[in-house]
């Protein structure tokens, strides 16, 4: 039972090192990041931090407002959700590092590195969901909100990503008044994200891994 809960800490584990690195793509395309990487990403074009150190900086300000909202009822589960924002950070960081000399020269490149991290992030956050053992801040967050409010999950994630999407128009604006990293990549992100997701749960499912939760 212990070596299947390890395999499993190790599957998210994965899954958030593929996360970070299909994010890390997508700020090389200049087409647009994730709604959720969007503001840490033009942020880290302002202040002198990097992108994963401020995607962990707004990863713990997620969990601080999830506290803001639950306070009593803030339990174990919610607290782990700091063991996982270092990890992001870092893995996006890690990904800067390794896609360092990626630069796509036509707009064409941009689509296809675009979708490849599409692809990447997604498989990861399926891998995320089939370990069963953590949840990331936002996700976490999203959930906190739906739960309060009784509303449902997907209805609130997509009020959460568009909120998101503003406040990074608006720093965008503000900061070099024009908009920048939030392009039609980030829509394109927005909508393929779900899709693939869908795809490689029922790619899990059918090689059925039933036994990971025995």
């Given at each position: 039972?212990?070596?299947?809960?390890?395999?499993?800490?190790?599957?998210?584990?994965?899954?958030?090192?593929?996360?970070?690195?299909?994010?890390?793509?997508?700020?090389?395309?200049?087409?647009?990041?994730?709604?959720?990487?969007?503001?840490?990403?033009?942020?880290?074009?302002?202040?002198?931090?990097?992108?994963?150190?401020?995607?962990?900086?707004?990863?713990?300000?997620?969990?601080?407002?999830?506290?803001?909202?639950?306070?009593?009822?803030?339990?174990?589960?919610?607290?782990?959700?700091?063991?996982?924002?270092?990890?992001?950070?870092?893995?996006?960081?890690?990904?800067?590092?390794?896609?360092?000399?990626?630069k796509p020269e036509t707009y064409l490149d941009n689509?296809?590195?675009?979708?490849?991290?599409?692809?990447?992030?997604?498989?990861?956050?399926?891998?995320?969901?089939?370990?069963?053992?953590?949840?990331?801040?936002?996700?976490?967050?999203?959930?906190?909100?739906?739960?309060?409010?009784?509303?449902?999950?997907?209805?609130?994630?997509?009020?959460?990503?568009?909120?998101?999407?503003?406040?990074?128009?608006?720093?965008?604006?503000?900061?070099?008044?024009?908009?920048?990293?939030?392009?039609?990549?980030t829509i394109i992100v927005a909508i393929a994200l779900?899709?693939?997701?869908?795809?490689?749960?029922?790619?899990?499912?059918?090689?059925?891994?039933d036994w990971l939760y025995e």
């Amino acid at each position: 039972m212990k070596i299947k809960l390890i395999l499993r800490y190790i599957i998210f584990l994965i899954g958030i090192f593929m996360m970070g690195l299909g994010i890390s793509m997508t700020a090389k395309t200049g087409l647009g990041t994730t709604p959720i990487s969007s503001v840490p990403l033009l942020l880290s074009r302002i202040f002198p931090l990097s992108f994963g150190t401020m995607a962990f900086l707004l990863s713990l300000v997620f969990i601080i407002i999830e506290w803001l909202i639950l306070r009593e009822d803030f339990t174990k589960e919610h607290y782990a959700q700091i063991i996982v924002t270092p990890f992001f950070g870092y893995f996006i960081d890690l990904g800067m590092l390794i896609f360092k000399n990626l630069k796509p020269e036509t707009y064409l490149d941009n689509i296809i590195v675009l979708l490849i991290a599409c692809i990447l992030i997604s498989f990861g956050i399926s891998l995320q969901v089939i370990a069963r053992v953590l949840i990331n801040s936002a996700e976490g967050l999203v959930k906190v909100m739906a739960d309060k409010t009784r509303c449902k999950f997907g209805n609130i994630k997509i009020l959460f990503d568009s909120s998101l999407i503003l406040i990074a128009l608006v720093i965008s604006l503000l900061a070099f008044r024009k908009v920048k990293d939030v392009r039609e990549g980030t829509i394109i992100v927005a909508i393929a994200l779900g899709s693939l997701t869908k795809v490689f749960l029922k790619f899990f499912d059918w090689l059925g891994i039933d036994w990971l939760y025995e």
